[in-house]
């Protein structure tokens, strides 16, 4: 062969099948032929020559055992031993321990074992108030004295230990739902909203496109009620208006959108955001549609879906503003005055160069871009 594979792509299973295909053809081939089906095989299987050798000529082939059994020789089918204790405790358990568990307020390993020991009658006969149970716990309860003797033997015995083992995927499936779940409310105003991603932005469209951006200023605890930067960028001019906010609260985020709207030279016609609160709520929503304009967000954990804005947090506030925390009335007043003229720095003296054309020419990228000048003169 001339190219080279590496070690570690073919699983044994595909690797079996691939001896097997060729079985047939190799043990007809002359010697010659042999020399390279072996030679590629080698190069694809990483196997040992000679056990290669052997796999080929005994495929399809009448064996016999030591002890006298009849079998076609088959390298994709192998009989391996599995040594050590069987194990007692199976997967048969779990349905019968999720209704326990269930039963006892989702209690931990070790009080459910108790539980079970203490409640052995549970597992033989109805319990007294049966018939006041919800249909849900009855149908449970029902299951449970379907059991096989066996597995409520097991049931009795069963240590915590084990319980953890069998329920540990169960958990993590509860957890996981619990920590996930979604805010009802929060979804429908999701909905309301539309996703565009990066890719469906419109290159060179109209000048009024922007993308919104929420910088932290907390230091390095993010608890408590602290200051953030509110970045606003215009994606075909780069233009960008920073505001300060005293918290996350929407009110102040109304307030900044609408003095950015005062401020720009030009008419915003599409706002992006991304999915935080602060930008996903009633209030903001209601604003841009009294103002007229569309309103997108982002895809969930897609940062690279509003890249303008962020591009911007390095150069016109994490340079600037740096990274610690500021969350008094003192702070929040500088912090104000100091990002309404950064602005007005990077947007009408700052040079800056707009991409209009990437073209990649071999292992190289070639970038062409407009003429270095400052926002205003796009």
């Not at 050798?53 to 082939?61: D, E, F, I, R």
């Not at 379907?146 to 083992?165: F, G, H, N, P, Q």
């Not at 929060?186 to 309301?192: G, I, N, P, Y």
Request: proline share 5%; glycine share 4%.
């Amino acid at each position: 062969m001339v190219i080279a594979i590496p070690e570690g792509i073919c699983k044994m299973k595909a690797k079996r099948s691939i001896i097997k295909i060729n079985a047939p053809k190799y043990q007809k081939a002359p010697k010659k032929m042999k020399s390279a089906i072996l030679n590629d095989l080698v190069e694809i299987t990483h196997l040992h020559r000679k056990y290669l050798t052997t796999l080929l000529n005994n495929t399809g082939k009448v064996c016999y055992t030591p002890q006298g059994v009849r079998f076609i020789a088959d390298p994709t089918i192998t009989y391996t031993q599995h040594r050590g204790r069987k194990k007692i405790y199976t997967q048969e358990l779990v349905p019968f321990l999720k209704i326990l568990w269930e039963l006892t307020g989702f209690r931990s390993s070790i009080h459910l074992v108790a539980f079970i020991r203490t409640n052995p009658t549970l597992l033989y006969e109805k319990p007294s108030d049966f018939e006041q149970l919800t249909k849900a716990n009855q149908i449970k309860v029902i299951k449970l004295l379907s059991a096989s003797t066996e597995t409520k033997a097991k049931l009795l015995k069963i240590s915590s230990a084990t319980v953890d083992r069998l329920l540990r995927p169960l958990k993590e499936k509860y957890r996981l739902a619990h920590k996930y779940k979604p805010h009802p409310h929060a979804s429908v105003l999701k909905k309301s909203i539309p996703v565009e991603s990066y890719f469906d932005k419109p290159k060179n469209g109209p000048l009024g496109y922007t993308e919104i951006d929420l910088v932290h200023h907390c230091g390095s605890i993010a608890e408590g009620s602290f200051c953030y930067t509110l970045s606003e960028t215009e994606i075909n001019t780069g233009w960008t208006e920073l505001r300060a906010l005293k918290n996350k609260a929407r009110v102040w985020t109304v307030e900044a959108l609408a003095d950015i709207d005062k401020s720009v030279p030009f008419k915003i016609h599409t706002r992006h955001v991304d999915n935080g609160s602060e930008f996903i709520n009633s209030h903001v929503l209601a604003y841009t549609q009294q103002a007229g304009m569309n309103y997108t967000r982002s895809r969930e954990y897609h940062k690279n879906d509003s890249p303008y804005v962020e591009s911007r947090q390095w150069t016109m506030v994490r340079s600037y503003l740096g990274y610690r925390r500021y969350d008094t009335e003192k702070e929040y007043a500088i912090l104000d005055r100091l990002d309404r003229l950064i602005s007005i720095k990077h947007n009408y003296f700052m040079p800056s160069m707009k991409l209009i054309k990437k073209e990649r020419i071999g292992g190289k990228v070639h970038k062409n871009t407009t003429s270095i000048r400052p926002s205003i003169e796009y």
